[in-house]
């Protein structure tokens, strides 16, 4: 029977990580996988979270079974965070997610449970997971037009031109901000235009949140998807707080479905339905750590803090990596580093030139040309500037 398996082509961004492993060169800079990393190259557990599983660990009682959709203070805590004070609480349901790629798997499984027929729409280009389990999931799906190449900006007529095709019923995915791969978004005001065309056509829109924090405030980078919950009937969005809470591995996200107050019960059985036919209960251990840190006052606002000084200190990073192409190109077209938002950034180089620096500089990046701001520091920054200039981009 096993003979009958095919190899499975491995995850590129992570098969760049082992690559980077094995590079026995001193100086090397890694920009793949999206993880936040300080300027000393490590990623720290927050001190919030810190705290809180101190808290967990001394308060715990009891290791039995929790809730199957996960924990309903979980949820209103995340609702809160994304939604806002004072969210419809009576029309939305939520789920406990492995990570937010279980929260985007379920979004996906609930969309084809509500309507077999439905069409997924994804930005040109998208996350590459995204695209990998919709095939997984022999869903069909289609692309949208969305980043320009020239200017490095969401090409935004471009992308209302393709939505106009959605259908009602059909899945328009969204990055809720600090898009991926690129680092370029939509502004409030394109937020709203797209919120009228959906409105339009009743295709629903899910929105994929990962990074609420690290673009421009955990506040605004929340507005999009506030904008859009409050102006459509159906939303479905898929939170992760891996980056945010900084618990990659503790596999934290959630899945929240605003619906109608008489569609919410039934939608709630469906989410809980999709946990158990999937892997029954989903981790607790992440859920308390988060609650903790979101309902406390104290832990909260440390752990905004300490957000603050992540998000701040990646946009000095764009800044000086802006200014020194400037000086290197003698020109303005990098300007664009300094205007995206969030971890990555979509430079432009060739396969080739991004191979370039990782054989003749030991610069590691996405082989889109994605780059993890975060994996600079101020002294890698020059380095990645010449390496730039010297491979033509
Ligand atoms: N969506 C996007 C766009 C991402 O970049 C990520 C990766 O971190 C995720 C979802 C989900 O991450 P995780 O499953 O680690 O929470
Ligand atoms: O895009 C990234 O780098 C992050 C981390 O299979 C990641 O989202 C990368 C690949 C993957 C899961 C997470």
Redesign the pocket.
């Given at each position: 029977m096993l003979n009958n398996l095919k190899p499975q082509a491995p995850d590129k961004i992570l098969a760049l990580m082992e690559e980077y492993r094995a590079d026995e060169r001193d100086q090397k800079v890694d920009l793949g996988v999206?993880v936040y990393k300080n300027a000393e190259g490590e990623t720290p557990i927050m001190r919030a979270i810190h705290k809180a599983e101190k808290q967990v660990w001394d308060n715990e009682t009891t290791k039995k079974y929790a809730g199957l959709a996960g924990q309903p203070e979980f949820h209103a805590a995340m609702a809160e965070m994304v939604l806002g004070k004072g969210y419809p609480a009576d029309r939305l349901a939520c789920l406990s997610t492995v990570?937010?790629?279980?929260a985007?798997r379920m979004g996906f499984e609930l969309a084809r449970m509500a309507n077999p027929g439905t069409k997924i729409w994804v930005s040109d280009p998208t996350?590459p997971n995204h695209l990998s389990i919709l095939k997984f999931m022999d869903q069909d799906f289609t692309t949208y037009r969305y980043f320009d190449a020239e200017t490095r900006s969401v090409d935004f007529d471009a992308m209302m031109e393709d939505l106009k095709g959605a259908k009602e019923g059909d899945i328009v995915l969204l990055?809720g901000c600090c898009h991926?791969p690129t680092g370029a978004n939509l502004t409030l005001e394109q937020w709203g235009k797209v919120a009228d065309l959906l409105a339009e056509t009743g295709a629903v829109p899910m929105i994929?949140l990962?990074y609420q924090g690290f673009g421009d405030g955990l506040e605004a980078d929340a507005a999009g998807t506030r904008l859009i919950a409050e102006r459509l009937p159906e939303v479905l969005i898929a939170a992760?707080c891996?980056?945010n809470f900084g618990i990659?591995r503790e596999r934290t996200?959630c899945l929240m479905v605003l619906g109608s107050e008489e569609t919410k019960k039934t939608v709630q059985g469906n989410l809980a339905y999709l946990n158990r036919q999937t892997y029954s209960f989903p981790p607790y251990h992440g859920q308390a750590l988060v609650t903790r840190v979101l309902t406390d006052p104290e832990l909260r606002a440390d752990w905004e803090a300490e957000l603050e000084e992540v998000r701040t200190g990646m946009l000095e990073l764009r800044q000086q990596l802006a200014d020194e192409l400037r000086k290197l190109s003698n020109s303005d077209r990098f300007d664009f580093v300094a205007e995206h938002r969030g971890m990555f950034s979509r430079l432009g180089a060739t396969p080739e030139q991004v191979a370039a620096m990782k054989e003749g500089n030991a610069i590691y990046m996405v082989g889109d040309s994605r780059i993890n701001i975060a994996g600079l520091n101020k002294n890698s920054v020059p380095l990645l500037a010449r390496a730039l200039i010297d491979a033509g981009v």
């Open positions: 999206g990570g937010g790629t279980g985007c996350w990055h991926n994929d990962a992760s891996s980056k990659y996200g």
